[in-house]
């Protein structure tokens, strides 16, 4: 898809120029597959190493085969539509709240001395080491892996955040102080523009997070998700499955990260990069 | 080029309006030589429209004195005033011109030379903020720029829009870091004819921070040459040169000779500020 898009890119911008540029988009399309394709020759590889592996990796087709069974009886989409909305849900609510706590401390440096060995502390713990407590104070339902996840997002995104937010130039605020902005105007005008991209960092690293997170928490108590679709499909060797569960969270992370990053790429265009 | 709409609500010219006065200013900072004294003792009074440069080796105390007539800092004892109301806080009566020019990266041009104005501080000027735009847009030959992002701009235009943001507010005084320092030679000269002109327009009372002895002898009416740290005030020269002002000023024998001056009493105070730091060391 991205690959597409190189080529039509470059071959409308310079129309004086479209050979060697189609062929520039050619090579990006080959480089972009190259590692996949890497990969999935070692995967055929390590099958044809002894009988031992091949019996337990499947091939390449038998998990694609599984694959479109699932999809054929809707199995699939229900495992995939409920994890990625626990994702989604949980991830944004996490963010959302880190938000103001993140200002508080990357504004306040009183705030950020007092509350930062506590921020570490919680921070440290593996959300998943929660999952026994939540499901003994909140049961096995929705409410426990929401709670769990959106710990995980918050404790992420409020880092990157207040890192992010006390790195803001000093000159921006000098500037807009000079020119009689009041504290109101300083944080709606400056700070929060400034501020935008730190969110949208704290958002993809969140996501990062929430997917492992989930995944974990599905594994220990869930009837629908991909982690217990993967969960039950241990349970009578279905090992294609569980590639197959491997798989589709990965490709769901990966496209959550790619909107993300289009999503970013649009609104903070002013950003100064350093391009390749 | 338009005419700008006068400043509404100005209040009516008194003798003070305009004047930056630093009476007897000290400052003191911790966990620096000389007992952390950075300025010590200086009074300096700047009449409304008047043009100062300051000029003296660099870490002697320069910033620290136009962050105190910013009101980005307090004295630790004395007072600076702007027409004769001590001076607490930022405020958009005095603009401040950075050498990093400070240009909003996520605004376009214009929108960065209106930001001051739909400020509720500046709430007299918003009624004509497009007329400003466009009058500030083209002053500063800024108009086939007005919707380009600073990232996509060279420093001179940056420092162009920053000058135009500031002067869009209408502020009584200016004060400028080393404004045109990280610029080349020729775009140097071009913002300093750019200032003078504006100045000819309108008359600020002007803080220019320099290293450049040639550069405040071309722009300012008075220098004041700083010591080494802590700063005083080591020399007073009043240009004689008068306004408007060319490039053929450079080429007069008193040009020439004031620079040689200003030049040797700059590096006395450098040597001075080197020898200091080295002992403290």
């Known amino acids: 898809m991205s690959d597409g898009d190189v080529m039509r890119a470059t071959g409308v911008a310079v129309p004086g120029a479209r050979g060697p540029l189609r062929c520039r988009g050619l090579l990006w399309s080959l480089a972009l597959a190259l590692p996949w394709v890497i990969l999935l020759l070692a995967w055929v590889a390590v099958r044809s190493l002894s009988a031992k592996y091949a019996g337990l990796v499947p091939s390449p087709l038998a998990v694609l085969q599984r694959g479109s069974e699932l999809l054929r009886d809707g199995e699939l989409p229900l495992h995939w539509a409920a994890s990625s909305l626990r994702v989604l849900v949980s991830v944004t609510a996490g963010v959302a709240l880190s938000v103001p706590v993140g200002f508080a401390l990357g504004w306040y440096v009183g705030a950020r001395r007092v509350l930062t060995p506590m921020l570490n502390f919680f921070r440290a713990l593996p959300p998943i080491a929660l999952i026994p407590l939540m499901i003994l104070y909140f049961g096995i339902g929705e409410l426990a892996k929401a709670l769990v996840l959106g710990y995980a997002a918050f404790f992420t995104a409020v880092v990157v955040l207040y890192e992010g937010i006390s790195r803001i130039p000093p000159i921006y605020v000098q500037a807009a102080r000079a020119l009689g902005a009041n504290d109101r105007e300083l944080f709606s005008r400056v700070v929060l523009p400034l501020a935008l991209p730190h969110v949208l960092t704290a958002a993809r690293v969140a996501l990062g997070v929430g997917w492992m997170t989930l995944v974990a928490s599905e594994l220990v108590s869930a009837q629908l998700g991909l982690g217990s679709m993967i969960q039950v499909a241990a349970s009578y060797f279905q090992i294609e499955t569980i590639y197959l569960g491997l798989i589709t969270i990965g490709l769901t992370a990966m496209l959550m990260d790619f909107a993300l990053v289009r999503l970013s790429n649009r609104l903070v265009r002013w950003q100064e990069r350093i391009r390749p | ?281």
């Not at chain 2, 327009?201 to 008075?222: C, G, M, N, P």
């Open chain 2, 1 to 281: 080029m338009t005419r700008l709409p006068p400043p509404a609500g100005s209040a009516p010219a008194s003798a003070l309006d305009g004047e930056i006065r630093f009476n007897d200013v000290s400052v003191r900072y911790d966990g620096i030589p000389h007992g952390g004294w950075v300025v010590r003792n200086v009074s300096l009074t700047l009449r409304p429209g008047e043009f100062v440069s300051l000029i003296g080796p660099s870490g002697c105390g320069k910033t620290t004195l136009l962050k105190l007539a910013a009101g980005m800092a307090r004295p630790t004892s004395g007072s600076v005033t702007l027409s004769g109301r001590p001076i607490a806080a930022p405020g958009p009566e005095r603009g401040v011109v950075f050498q990093e020019y400070g240009v909003f990266p996520w605004l376009t041009v214009r929108e960065n030379i209106a930001f001051g104005l739909s400020l509720s501080a500046n709430r007299a000027r918003l009624a004509d903020r497009d007329a400003i735009c466009t009058h500030y847009l083209q002053s500063m030959g800024l108009a086939d720029f007005a919707d380009a992002l600073p990232n996509t701009l060279s420093g001179g235009m940056r420092q162009r829009v920053a000058l135009a943001r500031a002067y869009a507010v209408n502020p009584r005084s200016l004060l400028m870091d080393e404004p045109f320092g990280a610029l080349d030679a020729q775009t140097r000269l071009v913002m300093q004819d750019l200032l003078l002109s504006l100045q000819q327009e309108e008359r600020k009372t002007v803080l220019l921070i320099t290293h450049a002895v040639d550069e405040a002898l071309y722009l300012s009416s008075r220098i004041v040459l700083m010591s080494a740290r802590p700063a005083r005030i080591a020399e007073v020269i009043d240009v004689p040169f008068p306004y408007p002002r060319d490039e053929r000023v450079l080429e007069t024998p008193e040009f020439t000779r004031l620079q040689a001056h200003l030049r040797v009493r700059v590096m006395e105070e450098y040597a001075r500020q080197q020898r200091e730091d080295r002992i403290t060391a």
